[in-house]
Nanobody
C-alpha cells in the first residue's frame, strides 16, 4: 500500500520559514514523481512544485519561484519543501501527491492540476500571521 504523510506545518509569522516533508512508504521515490499542492480557504487546490527524483526533474509554479525549494532524499524516501519569506497568502493546507513514472510523462503541461493523481497525503496546515 502506498502512503504519503505530510509533516511540518505550523503557525508562523510573516517573513519566517518552514520546511515541509512528504514521507512516502510502499513505493520508491525513484519510481514516482511527487507534487506539492496547496489549498487556501475558498480556493482551488493548486500545484506549486514537483520533483521526479529518478531523473532530477524539478519544476515550480511561477507564484512560488524564488521562495520555495523542493528536494528529495531517496535514502529517507522523503520529499521536502523549504519555504522562506512566508507571506499571509501562503496560508493553506499543503498536500503532496504522487504519480507513477509510466504516466507522469503525460503531465508535462498539466502537473499543477490536481485531477488524476494516484496517491495523496492527508495534508499539513500552514498558517502565516502578520
Amino acid at each position: 500500500e502506498v502512503r504519503l504523510v505530510e509533516t511540518g506545518g505550523a503557525l508562523v509569522q510573516a517573513e519566517g520559514s518552514l520546511r515541509l516533508s512528504c514521507a512516502a512508504s510502499g513505493v520508491s521515490l525513484n519510481d514516482v514523481a511527487i507534487v506539492w499542492f496547496r489549498q487556501a480557504p475558498g480556493k482551488d487546490r493548486e500545484g506549486i512544485s514537483c520533483i521526479s527524483p529518478g531523473d532530477g526533474t524539478i519544476r515550480y509554479a511561477d507564484s512560488v519561484k524564488g521562495r520555495f525549494t523542493i528536494s528529495s532524499d531517496t535514502a529517507r524516501n522523503t520529499v521536502d519543501l523549504q519555504i522562506i519569506s512566508l507571506k499571509p497568502e501562503d496560508t493553506a493546507v499543503y498536500f503532496c501527491a504522487a504519480e507513477r513514472l509510466n504516466t507522469w510523462y503525460l503531465r508535462w503541461d498539466t502537473w499543477h492540476r490536481p485531477g488524476g493523481y494516484d496517491y495523496w497525503g492527508q495534508g499539513t496546515q500552514v498558517t502565516v500571521s502578520l
